[in-house]
């Protein structure tokens, strides 16, 4: 379709929310064409809409609709995102990296801050200490199940190596004299477990980090109109040169502006030699110093056993200076390559790895494997540690908050370390949990570190860990109790304002109050910080008392309390007993629901709503985090947006839906200044504000938006009552009034049924979105050369995180 001379030709490019959908759905069309993109990602048309192609090249833009009448709709074009979180069926496994990935929202939720560089750093420092903390806690879960449960306690006693034909060859009483009964032998052969798991995660990272963070931002994102518009004409990203990786940008651009906030291949890098060696250092201690301990209680040569133990220490500080020793660079692209610490620092380790199982495999006649293995004292240091990490990160967050506080920052600016703490609990169940089963089921119908029991069992920690868990359910289940009559509460005060709202029809009740409990449910929202504030309570107070029941008695919890009164004393036999059999479910339900949602796509699907919120930031305090999606999402945005302006000189109206909002947002601050001048965007269902706002302060906050709104042509939103998701951006002149939901209270003539409630869903239905977009394409500034404009708009300098430093943030 040609557009007539003088006329000018109009884009509404869609962005989906979370869960993904379908071109048909999102065009309303079930004949749509992809028109660029791939499997993964793609850009979608009607095939009445799809633009000619000649040859092999690009298609050809001027096949966009154009308006000559005020109510005309724009060409649509759908960008189909949800198979970046949610296509392979191998990404189902990524549920078991919830912890990781927890703790990196962590370090995105830090407070804004005004003139506190090196608070800044500190804090990423802090974050990222927390999040190397998890993976030594994962591969220390692994070296507790394989070389202490399995290796050393279970095939060093006759009682629980009988009858386990997979485990005879290692126990001396079931095969006496075979090679491998030596312990030393045993944990060196059962370490190739964790070794597998680490190398699997390694694996894993680099993957991805070849897909997501090796790629250098397109050319979209350069302020040069000459090299945006010689792209255009060519079709190919080649075309344009990227920016100079020296040039920064000023220090008050807004985070998600920044040419470096896409590209964080040096950091993810580094992160991932530094998680590696510390995995790989975890296994090979838990051998060591097994083997050297062994070796000196039997008056045997300790030389090699403590060598090896010093390169431990020495490696251990080699990593802590890699994580701490510098952050992000997101005011330029930065190309550097930390080769001598991504490669040396992981080779080092494994090197030492293997040493250290040739050391564990010399003879050893006498050796005997009694009681447990030393890591009983690493699990409540690792706890002990993550516990001071985040009091201090707690600290930090607060001293940031007070210098540019913000009422609307949830939890006053505590949000990053309540859920860095929640980050460590989640990891404490799911490996605990992992334990706990595997203990059980190996002792059969003994209870493990208890009278009778065959094997010593698992850490005394985890027993108590496992104990704080039904308290921890019953607050849970307290509070939302609690939410729930608030809920109810304010449902029936709000029955009035729904009749207030449809005047002049006839009410009846169970109307009114199925629309004023949606509305009441989708307040709920707005109460989450106070939920992750109590529950963050909760688990920094039971987590103590476990650390200090552990630390001061070395009995699990129904041992330790035999001499207490005998209700106290049965409340810690059934908190224990029933807290190992929940931390076990726990972890048995995370592993079934991945295997299902490996052979379900719906299941995955679900899985991929919760990494839609979760992975839209870069890793930049966990590199065996899922991959950012937006780092490919976002730079195809603003090429299209780009290249398709400059082609045609037409008005494009950049439409984005509940996540679908964050990225659009997220890619008009990446858009050349004359590119983001041409645009207008339409925001509905949006939680920009609600939800990334109020947790992500530092890049949502008001002065981002208010900052934003000033760079785009024009700005609307969309929102209801009844969206439990979406709500208002406040930005002066950006909200539009509450939509109606429902659209009409009961039957009409147009509706001869009562309309459904449609909460956060189906937009375009109310006409109040036709007529938003209308205005905007009215209102957008003609085609033809824009004046440039000096940056992004900011109405008050904020810290970014500093490059350099020995803390680096």
């Known amino acids: 379709m040609q557009s007539a001379p003088g006329e000018q030709p109009a884009l509404e490019l869609l962005v989906h929310g979370v869960g993904g959908t379908t071109p048909a759905e999102m065009l309303d069309d079930p004949h749509t064409v992809r028109v660029a993109g791939d499997d993964t990602a793609a850009l979608y048309r009607r095939a009445k809409d799809a633009p000619p192609r000649e040859g092999d090249g690009p298609p050809r833009e001027d096949a966009s609709r154009a308006h000559g009448t005020e109510g005309d709709a724009p060409v649509q074009e759908a960008y189909v995102w949800c198979n970046l979180t949610s296509g392979d069926a191998s990404r189902a496994l990524w549920l078991l990296l919830l912890p990781f990935m927890v703790v990196n929202l962590a370090h995105w939720m830090r407070p804004r801050a005004l003139r506190r560089p090196r608070l800044v750093r500190l804090y990423g ?66 370490a190739l477990v964790p070794a597998a798991l680490v190398l699997l995660l390694w694996f894993l990272a680099h993957k991805t980090w070849s897909a997501y963070e090796n790629q250098r931002p397109l050319p979209a994102a350069t302020d040069d109109a000459d090299v945006v518009a010689d792209a255009a004409a060519t079709g190919h990203a080649a075309a344009a040169t990227p920016p100079t990786p020296d ?16 590209y964080g291949r040096r950091i993810v890098a580094r992160l991932r030699a530094a998680h590696t060696a510390a995995a790989l250092l975890t296994v090979a201690a ?84 009694t009681g447990t293995l030393p890591g009983d004292v690493l699990f409540r240091v690792l706890t002990l540690t993550q516990g001071l990490l985040v009091l201090v990160l707690a600290v930090v967050a607060a ?35 992992l334990a706990q089963r595997v203990a059980d089921w190996l002792d059969g119908p003994a209870t493990p570190g208890e009278g009778g029991s065959p094997l010593a069992g ?72 106070a939920l992750l504030g109590l529950s963050a309570a909760g688990i920094l107070l039971l987590g103590a008392v476990a650390l200090l029941g552990a630390w001061t008695s070395g009995e699990v919890p129904g041992e330790a309390t035999s001499g207490l009164p005998a209700a106290a004393h049965g409340v810690a036999q059934t908190c224990q007993a029933l807290g190992s059999w929940l931390t076990g479910l726990a972890a048995l339900l995370f592993l079934a629901f991945g295997r299902r949602a490996y052979r379900d796509p719906h299941a995955r699907r679900t899985i991929g709503i919760l990494w839609d919120v979760g992975t839209f930031w870069p890793r930049a305090a966990h590199p065996f985090a899922p991959p950012c999606y937006a780092e490919r999402a976002v730079p195809d945005l603003t090429w299209r947006m780009a290249t398709w302006t400059a082609r045609t000189g037409g008005r494009l109206v950049l439409s984005g839906h509940s996540q679908g909002s964050v990225l659009a947002a997220a890619a008009a601050w990446q858009l050349p200044s004359q590119v983001r001048g041409r645009i207008a965007l339409l925001t509905y269902g949006s939680p920009l504000e609600r939800l990334y706002g109020r947790w992500f302060p530092a890049h949502f906050g008001p002065t981002a938006l208010t900052g934003l709104h000033g760079d785009v042509s024009q700005w609307t939103n969309l929102y209801r009552a009844t969206d439990p998701i979406g ?57 033809g050369p824009v004046p440039r404009q000096p940056g992004p708009t900011s109405t008050a300098p904020e810290e970014a995180e500093p490059t350099g430093g020995a803390a680096g943030a």
């Open 399 to 433: 001293l940031l908050h007070r210098s540019a506080p913000d009422s609307r920052t949830a939890l006053r600016g505590y949000g990053g370390p309540a859920t860095a703490l929640l980050a460590c609990a989640l990891g404490g169940v799911l490996t605990g949990g």
């Open 286 to 369: 838990g051998v060591g110093t097994a083997v050297t301990a062994q070796d000196a209680a039997h008056d045997g040569p300790v030389l090699a056993g403590r060598l090896l133990c010093g390169l431990y220490a020495v490696l251990g500080v080699l990593v802590l200076v890699a994580v701490c020793r510098r952050g992000r660079s997101e005011r330029r692209l930065d190309p550097a390559f930390d080769r001598l610490t991504v490669r040396a620092l992981p080779l080092a380790a494994l090197v030492v790895l293997l040493a250290t199982l040739g050391y564990a495999l010399a003879d050893r006649p006498a050796d005997r494997s």
């Open 125 to 190: 420092a802090l974050v990222r200490l927390i999040g190397l903390s998890l993976t030594v806690l994962l591969v220390a879960s692994a070296c507790e199940v394989a070389l202490d449960l399995t290796a050393w306690q279970c095939a060093g006693t006759a009682a629980c190596a009988e009858g386990r034909a997979w485990l005879g060859f290692l126990s001396p009483h079931t095969s006496p004299g075979d090679w491998w009964t030596q312990p030393g032998r045993r944990l060196a052969l059962a």
């Open 247 to 262: 040039a920064k940008v000023p220090r008050d651009t807004p985070a998600l502006a920044r040419p470096g906030f896409w």
């Open 458 to 529: 698992p850490p005394v920690l985890l027993s108590w860990q496992a104990a704080t868990l039904p308290p921890m359910l019953l607050l849970l289940l307290l509070l939302a109790a609690r939410l729930g009559l608030a809920t109810w509460r304010r449902a029936r005060a709000g029955a009035a304002q729904v009749e207030a709202d449809y005047p002049g029809v006839r009410h009846d009740e169970a109307r009114t109050r199925a629309i004023a409990l949606t509305r009441a449910a989708a307040a709920l929202t707005d109460r989450a910080p």
């Open 727 to 783: 709500g208002p951006v406040r930005v002066p002149g950006v909200d539009h009034t509450p939509l109606k939901d429902p659209l009409a209270y009961g039957r009409t003539p147009d509706e001869p049924l009562p309309p459904p409630l449609h909460g956060h869903g189906d937009y375009p239905c109310d006409p109040a979105f036709a007529e938003a977009r209308a205005a905007l394409l009215r209102r957008l500034r003609p085609a």
